[in-house]
T-cell receptor, first 111, second 113 residues
Framework: GENVEQHPSTLSVQEGDSAVIKCTYS??????FPWYKQELGKGPQLIID?????GEKKDQRIAVTLNKTAKHFSLHITETQPEDSAVYFC??????????FGDGTTLTVKP | DAGVIQSPRHEVTEMGQEVTLRCKPI?????LFWYRQTMMRGLELLIY????????DSGMPEDRFSAKMPNASFSTLKIQPSEPRDSAVYFC???????????FGQGTRLTVV
């Protein structure tokens, strides 16, 4: 089955700096890669996603890149703000319908 | 739409008791997923349904766990008998075939003492 590895497990940055979280996957059939943000006491919420036919996608301060050959994808947050502090999860999914999640990255943005 | 609704939000039960977690997916969604989240194991997919039919239950840890989806608007996850190691946050999520985004509920925090 699919295996998703996520790094780092914790990340601390100063407000205004950029944050990068990286994930690798094992199943070459995976074709959809969402990123979720989970705040304390809440369920994960989708913040951005990318399909395998696209190499990069951007939405304001958030961008995701995908390298299908190397089977890795990354989340980039620029101009970080304290409200970006949360746990971030990457995931990989095939057409079979189920997603495999990474172990999560706890991001702390220090004011 | 109110989103995915889970109940109860918190459940404390004694070891050996039966626990039933409930989920109401977003109307029109044809996929429903049950996840378990712990510090040690992260987010684990337990089972998922498509059009009320269980598709993959390979993540269900033991026979003590069972899930049903009697109709498109309701699903249950049952643990019988419960054990302390079942303590976790259980999430339900749903999505529509025509959309890739899965929406999560607020979760049920289960504590088995």
């Amino acid at each position: 089955g699919e295996n998703v590895e996520q790094h780092p497990s914790t990340l601390s940055v100063q407000e205004g700096d950029s944050a990068v979280i990286k994930c690798t996957y094992s199943d070459s059939a995976s074709n959809y890669f969402p990123w979720y943000k989970q705040e304390l006491g809440k369920g994960p919420q989708l913040i951005i996603d990318i399909r395998s036919n696209v190499g990069e996608k951007k939405d304001q301060r958030i961008a995701v890149t995908l390298n299908k050959t190397a089977k890795h994808f990354s989340l980039h947050i620029t101009e970080t703000q304290p409200e970006d502090s949360a746990v971030y999860f990457c995931a990989a999914r095939t057409n079979a319908g189920k997603s495999t999640f990474g172990d999560g990255t706890t991001l702390t943005v220090k004011p | 739409d109110a989103g995915v609704i889970q109940s109860p939000r918190h459940e404390v039960t004694e070891m050996g008791q039966e626990v039933t977690l409930r989920c109401k997916p977003i109307s029109g969604h044809d996929y429903l997923f049950w996840y378990r989240q712990t510090m040690m194991r992260g987010l684990e997919l337990l089972i998922y349904f498509n059009n009320n039919v269980p598709i993959d239950d390979s993540g269900m840890p033991e026979d003590r766990f069972s899930a049903k989806m009697p109709n498109a608007s309701f699903s249950t996850l049952k643990i019988q008998p419960s054990e302390p190691r079942d303590s976790a946050v259980y999430f339900c999520a749903s999505r529509w075939t025509g959309n890739t985004e899965a929406f999560f509920g607020q979760g049920t925090r289960l504590t088995v003492v």
